[in-house]
């Protein structure tokens, strides 16, 4: 029995007791809409099912969700949570402007598609916009302004566009919420910026309406327009195959609005502390 239980010492000590705790990971996470941390960890398995792939988050993980991206990040510094997820363009923005950040797991599955979600009530407008959409994408124009606004945006500050003033066209309130920079951007002074105008100022020229932005956390999204605060939020979530197919499991889960097609595909990684 004594050597029985020296032998199961030593094993332990090297590293290779089968039986040893097992840490979890605590993993931030952006609001999503209508989702809690279970339904997040049914999602990352219902989309590894469906990719043939392995979880993004085990079940041995917890799983912190925040309101915005600030809070996200001040936990992570304090130690908090020891890594956070988020689409790789935002990653890539942060980890560029806070040197004790790092970019991890770069192979994330699914794909995410970004769409604006519109009142159901006007859901008659979606079909001009969707045709807008498709059109910049077909003319080149989306290119450029995801490549000006995101790509090649580097360590410039990002730029806060315009919105066209259109006389006697419909007014339409717009939610943004800064948590998903340089995509939908917020600057120090308040005022929204980088993709977000760019691309609203495009279709608002296009579609012939006014847009006014409103600025939200992304916790607040799905409260806003139901209650009547906007029209349209900026963005909510879609999930897409590697075949940029969708998958009928969205990480923003919405009610009572209409989703566009979606404006921007992106891989989601994660950010932690330097090591």
């Known amino acids: 029995m004594k050597k029985f239980l020296l032998s199961l010492s030593l094993v332990c000590i090297l590293g290779t007791c089968s039986f040893a705790a097992v840490k979890p990971a605590r993993i931030g996470v952006l609001a999503p809409i209508g989702q809690d941390e279970k339904d997040i960890i049914k999602w990352s398995e219902n989309v590894a099912e469906a990719e043939g792939k392995s979880r993004m988050f085990k079940n041995h993980n917890v799983i912190v969700i925040y309101d915005d991206l600030n809070s996200m990040i ?18 890539e923005y942060i980890t560029s402007r806070h040197p004790e950040f790092e970019l991890i797991d770069n192979n994330h599955n699914p794909i995410i598609g970004y769409s604006l979600a519109i009142r159901e009530e006007d859901r008659k407008q979606l079909m001009g916009i969707n045709l807008e959409i498709n059109d910049m994408r077909a003319d080149g124009t989306l290119e450029r302004l995801i490549r000006e606004n995101i790509i090649n945006l580097g360590d410039k500050e990002p730029i806060a566009y315009d919105m ?70 900026f963005w909510t979530r879609g999930v897409y195959n590697s075949k940029r197919e969708p998958l009928p499991y969205p990480l923003d889960k919405t009610v009572g609005v209409s989703i566009s097609q979606p404006y921007l595909l992106g891989s989601r990684t994660a950010v932690s502390l330097r090591k």
Do not use: H, W
């Not at 001040?74 to 990653?91: E, H, P, V």
């Open 74 to 91: 001040m936990a992570l510094k304090a130690g908090q949570i020891d890594r956070f997820s988020t689409t790789s363009y935002t990653a």
């Open 164 to 233: 066209p003033k259109i006389d006697g066209a419909d007014v339409l309130r717009v939610a943004v919420t800064g948590d998903l920079p340089p995509m939908d951007c917020i600057l120090a002074d308040g005022r929204p910026a980088g993709f977000n105008t760019a691309f609203l100022a495009e279709l608002s020229r296009r579609i012939k309406k006014n847009f006014e932005l409103v600025s939200i956390s992304a916790g607040a999204r799905q409260t806003a327009i139901s209650s009547g605060r906007v029209d349209i939020l």
